[in-house]
């Protein structure tokens, strides 16, 4: 069983950044790829950014193509997401997911451990 847990969320104002970090718990975790998703208020959890095993392939969405990064040190079993250009509508709690399985996963159900999450609000 893997544990993940996130941090470094907050409030920022628009155009700031932040970067959110997940540690994970296993001696396992190169062999997962990694991911980000997100849910706003009164919508559903999406997908953000996803990393594979070795760093190797990363893949986002377009709402924050060019703004985010998402980036991982095994030796540290965490991965990142730097944010910039912070805009109020990525106001969400930030989840931090591994996959288990070969390949790449854009949805939930692609994922198998879950962090609790980090809120971001984006707000002046």
């Known amino acids: 069983q893997e544990q993940l847990e996130e941090s470094g969320g907050g409030l920022v104002q628009p155009g700031g950044s932040l970067r959110l970090s997940c540690a994970a718990s296993?001696?396992?975790?190169?062999?997962?790829?990694m991911a980000w998703f997100r849910q706003g208020p009164g919508k559903e959890r999406e997908f953000v950014a996803s990393i594979s095993r070795f760093g190797g392939s990363t893949y986002y969405t377009d709402s924050v193509k060019g703004r985010f990064t998402i980036s991982r040190v095994n030796a540290k079993i965490t991965v990142y997401l730097q944010m910039s250009s912070l805009k109020p509508e990525d106001t969400a709690v930030y989840y931090c997911a591994a996959r288990t399985r070969y390949g790449a996963g854009f949805a939930e159900n692609d994922y198998d451990y879950w962090g609790q999450g980090t809120q971001v609000t984006v707000s002046s």
């Open positions: 296993g001696r396992t975790f190169s062999t997962y790829a």
